[in-house]
């Protein structure tokens, strides 16, 4: 077994009712990647990334984070070890300001000691802001302005920027592309490659197979609540006859 395993999924098994959301799943993220969770609508995917947040009820299987089992643990706990999601949807507060939204995203940060020295709150803040903006400089200027005024893709930019906001380790972005135009798609996965670049591990959900295998190191293809495939996205994006059966015409 690799010794970077950042996170390990162990036979995940999520139950609605008598709706068998994910039957069985297993997966490992690599500390330091971009590994995408592809599939169709209802594959499992949204169900097994919000088990990772705590979110969803884990009906059996365990979730390990860095060595420590995860399932099941309130999200307040999870986010306290360095797990932050980016929502399905954005879930984007539309009567408080860009900067108001960002700062929801930074509400487990304390102050803290480091080599003798108190770093405050009010600093850690400023300068995860001053990260957001550095990725987002359009959040920057619209700082002041009402979130129901963003477009869809800033909107976006603001759910990945309030996820950043708590200093995460790790990454979990539920679909970033939905209803945006395929500039837009490009420029966010841009950006989404770059917060890899600068050290973070980053789990991704996506119908947008071909846009997402571009940026992503691995895959796992979920159909109908269980791994069909996994794999390089290099090996995946050559293979024309999987990515047709199963990813859709996407590009
Ligand atoms: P999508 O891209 O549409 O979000 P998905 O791959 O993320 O799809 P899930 O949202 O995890 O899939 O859904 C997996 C299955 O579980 C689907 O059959 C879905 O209808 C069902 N499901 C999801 N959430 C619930 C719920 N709260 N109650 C009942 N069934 C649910």
Redesign the pocket.
């Known amino acids: 077994m690799m010794n970077n395993i950042l996170l390990e999924i162990k036979d995940l098994e999520i139950d609605?009712?008598i709706?068998k959301?994910?039957k069985g799943v297993s997966m490992v993220v690599p500390k330091g990647s971009i590994v995408a969770l592809l599939?169709?609508?209802?594959?499992?995917?949204?169900?097994?990334i919000r088990s990772i947040s705590g979110l969803t009820k884990v009906k059996s299987g365990k979730i390990i984070y860095n060595g420590v089992e995860i399932q099941n643990l309130p999200s307040y706990e999870i986010v306290k070890k360095g797990i932050m999601q980016s929502p399905?949807g954005r879930m984007i507060l539309n009567g408080l300001t860009v900067e108001e939204n960002l700062m929801v995203g930074a509400y487990s940060i304390k102050s803290v000691k480091e080599d003798g020295i108190k770093k405050k709150r009010k600093f850690l803040l400023q300068n995860n802001l001053e990260e957001v903006y550095s990725y987002f400089p359009i959040l920057k200027e619209r700082r002041k302005q009402q979130a129901s005024t963003l477009s869809g893709g800033e909107q976006q930019m603001l759910a990945i920027g309030r996820a950043l906001m708590g200093s995460p380790e790790f990454l979990l972005l539920d679909?970033p592309s939905l209803g945006l135009a395929p500039l837009i798609i490009k420029d966010i996965f841009n950006i989404i490659k770059k917060i890899k670049e600068d050290g973070r591990t980053i789990l991704i959900?996506e119908?947008n197979a071909k846009q997402t295998l571009k940026i992503a190191d691995y895959v796992y293809l979920?159909e109908v609540?269980k791994v069909k495939s996994h794999g390089k996205a290099k090996d995946i994006l050559n293979d024309e006859s999987l990515i047709s059966t199963y990813l859709g015409s996407n590009n």
């Open positions: 609605y009712g709706v959301a994910v599939g169709a609508n209802g594959a499992g995917k949204t169900s097994t399905e679909e959900v119908q979920l609540g």
